[in-house]
């Protein structure tokens, strides 16, 4: 069983700092989204999709 130790920052600072988000959600994404999910399982995917959306946007924001 591998874990994956996260940090939180203070604050976001910088491209680094929103990735360290945006990676771990995506795996979550991927993950959550397998065809043999329950139901409420479903839901937690819907739900890290949109915090995945977000967190996109807002790295693309923060690079313009």
Known sequence: MTIIEMRLPDRFENE???TDIVLPIDLLVVLLAQPDAETAIDGM??????ISDRAHA???RLLK
């Open 16 to 18: 680094a700092d929103i």
């Open 45 to 50: 995917h819907r739900v890290t999709q949109i």
């Open 58 to 60: 807002l790295r693309e």
